[in-house]
């Protein structure tokens, strides 16, 4: 039988309030959740969590899991994640993506990583592709990809509107989106085309430009870094009351923010009040890209390093600027989760993945169980990757 786990009196948000119940884990599952559950046969371990907020474990859509980075040179290759990266700061999936570098980092790597990170703990998916084209693949081509290696959702993030990306035309992006569409109705899948976007001259018309000229609707597009700049922002709320997600990015530095690019709680409530609705929305850490800083003459000058952490602590500056807890979940768990179907994420309810974070009252992470297996007790890992340095 399977371990039970019984986690009493949580202030539970599934992301909606749902008052303080108890949250029933049966192995990987959630298989009750309710007041004063009565449990009849072996709970292995039950857990008063009064005066603790119980959320689901954070679902990050964009983290280069093997690193990224490269653009200064080959000592500017930002490094691999760890476990505790993301266990630690509550992410319990995530989308493994390449990024401007696919000839020293592959997809091959990636793929192998993202197993390694499953077998530790974590849920993690892979979108095939980098920011090239013609789209590199491990298959031959993205639909086989989507088709026959469970891990590959989707492509991305393929680049627009930016010097490191290979300009394709808009014909060339109808065929990769169509690519990704069909592949993904073949299997189940979302299909997305997760849209790495520059702050070229184009912006996003690049996609709106192939949903009016072809049949593939709007919203098989998953823009990122729609906050890099007031423009950009500005743009994304036409795509996202259009029906689009739009995605925004929360590793950042100063250099970043006075390069025009907006901060992520300020981005939040601009849209909000443009009328774009909170599920329109979703924030990825970008974890492991590295942050690179040009001059005007679009020369590197610095590099830092993207974190995974960024998300949870994005998450605490909205709740701190008073956006409701449930639209916060919203933005950094189940908006990414439903956008690219990942059916058992993003949400607390039966028949659900026990991804699960306790939080205190001042949201500092208490537990983390990912599939049911606890990563973080006490605020402590309980587990570490293979070989990271503790
Ligand atoms: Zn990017």
Same mark, same amino acid.
């Not at 290696?149 to 394709?168: F, K, P, T, V």
């Given at each position: 039988?399977?371990?039970?786990?019984?986690?009493?009196?949580?202030?539970?948000? &599934?992301?909606?309030?749902?008052?303080?119940?108890?949250?029933?884990?049966?192995?990987? #599952?959630?298989?009750?959740?309710?007041?004063?559950?009565?449990?009849?046969?072996?709970?292995?371990?039950?857990?008063?969590?009064?005066?603790?907020?119980?959320?689901?474990?954070?679902?990050?859509?964009?983290?280069?899991?093997? $690193?990224?980075?490269?653009? $200064?040179?080959?000592?500017?290759?930002?490094?691999?994640?760890?476990?505790?990266?993301?266990?630690?700061?509550?992410?319990?999936?995530?989308?493994?993506?390449?990024?401007?570098?696919?000839?020293?980092? #592959?997809? %091959?790597?990636?793929?192998?990583?993202?197993?390694?990170? %499953?077998?530790?703990?974590?849920?993690?998916?892979?979108?095939?592709?980098?920011?090239?084209?013609?789209?590199?693949?491990?298959?031959?081509?993205?639909?086989?990809?989507?088709?026959?290696?469970?891990?590959?959702?989707?492509?991305?993030?393929?680049?627009?509107?930016?010097?490191?990306?290979?300009?394709?035309?808009?014909?060339?992006?109808?065929?990769?989106?169509?690519?990704?569409?069909?592949?993904?109705?073949? &299997?189940?899948?979302?299909?997305?085309?997760?849209?790495?976007?520059?702050?070229?001259?184009?912006?996003?018309?690049?996609?709106?430009?192939?949903?009016?000229? #072809?049949?593939?609707?709007?919203? /098989?597009?998953?823009?990122?870094?729609?906050?890099?700049?007031?423009?950009?922002?500005?743009?994304?709320?036409?795509?996202?009351?259009?029906?689009?997600?739009?995605? @925004?990015?929360?590793?950042?530095?100063?250099?970043?923010?006075?390069?025009?690019?907006?901060?992520?709680?300020?981005?939040? @409530? /601009?849209?909000?009040?443009?009328?774009? &609705?909170?599920?329109?929305?979703?924030?990825?850490?970008?974890?492991?890209?590295?942050?690179?800083?040009?001059?005007?003459?679009?020369?590197?000058? $610095?590099?830092?390093?993207?974190?995974?952490?960024?998300?949870?602590?994005?998450?605490?500056?909205?709740? /701190?600027?008073?956006?409701?807890?449930?639209?916060?979940?919203?933005?950094?768990?189940?908006?990414?989760?439903?956008?690219?179907?990942?059916?058992?994420?993003? /949400?607390?309810?039966?028949?659900?993945?026990?991804?699960?974070?306790?939080?205190?009252?001042?949201?500092?992470?208490?537990?983390?169980?990912?599939?049911?297996?606890?990563?973080?007790?006490?605020?402590?890992?309980?587990?570490?990757?293979? @070989?990271?340095?503790?």
């Amino acid at each position: 039988m399977a371990s039970l786990l019984l986690i009493k009196n949580a202030d539970v948000y &599934s992301p909606e309030p749902l008052g303080c119940v108890d949250v029933l884990v049966a192995g990987s #599952t959630i298989i009750a959740i309710g007041k004063d559950l009565a449990i009849s046969g072996n709970v292995h371990h039950t857990l008063d969590a009064q005066g603790k907020l119980l959320i689901p474990g954070l679902v990050d859509p964009l983290v280069h899991i093997t $690193g990224g980075g490269g653009e $200064g040179g080959y000592h500017t290759r930002t490094r691999a994640m760890e476990l505790t990266d993301a266990s630690c700061y509550g992410v319990t999936t995530l989308v493994a993506a390449l990024g401007t570098d696919a000839i020293s980092r #592959t997809l %091959e790597d990636m793929l192998a990583k993202a197993k390694g990170l %499953e077998h530790e703990g974590l849920n993690v998916f892979c979108y095939t592709g980098s920011y090239a084209y013609p789209v590199v693949t491990l298959t031959g081509s993205i639909s086989r990809d989507l088709m026959l290696i469970d891990n590959m959702i989707g492509i991305g993030e393929i680049a627009i509107s930016d010097h490191r990306g290979s300009q394709l035309t808009t014909t060339e992006l109808a065929r990769v989106a169509s690519e990704a569409r069909v592949g993904g109705m073949l &299997s189940n899948k979302a299909g997305k085309v997760f849209v790495h976007v520059g702050d070229g001259k184009g912006g996003l018309q690049p996609l709106h430009q192939v949903a009016s000229e #072809t049949d593939i609707p709007l919203q /098989q597009f998953y823009p990122t870094h729609i906050n890099r700049s007031q423009a950009l922002l500005e743009q994304g709320f036409t795509f996202a009351k259009a029906g689009g997600v739009i995605d @925004f990015t929360t590793s950042t530095n100063q250099a970043c923010l006075d390069s025009g690019e907006v901060a992520v709680v300020d981005a939040v @409530f /601009q849209a909000l009040d443009a009328g774009v &609705s909170i599920n329109n929305i979703s924030l990825s850490s970008d974890g492991h890209a590295s942050l690179p800083v040009f001059n005007e003459f679009g020369q590197l000058t $610095g590099l830092e390093m993207g974190r995974i952490a960024s998300l949870y602590e994005t998450f605490c500056e909205l709740v /701190q600027a008073n956006l409701p807890l449930s639209d916060a979940i919203k933005l950094v768990s189940t908006n990414a989760a439903r956008n690219l179907q990942l059916k058992h994420k993003g /949400q607390l309810a039966v028949g659900l993945d026990a991804d699960l974070v306790l939080l205190d009252a001042k949201l500092t992470i208490d537990s983390v169980w990912s599939r049911g297996q606890a990563l973080v007790r006490g605020g402590e890992p309980t587990r570490y990757g293979q @070989f990271e340095i503790r």
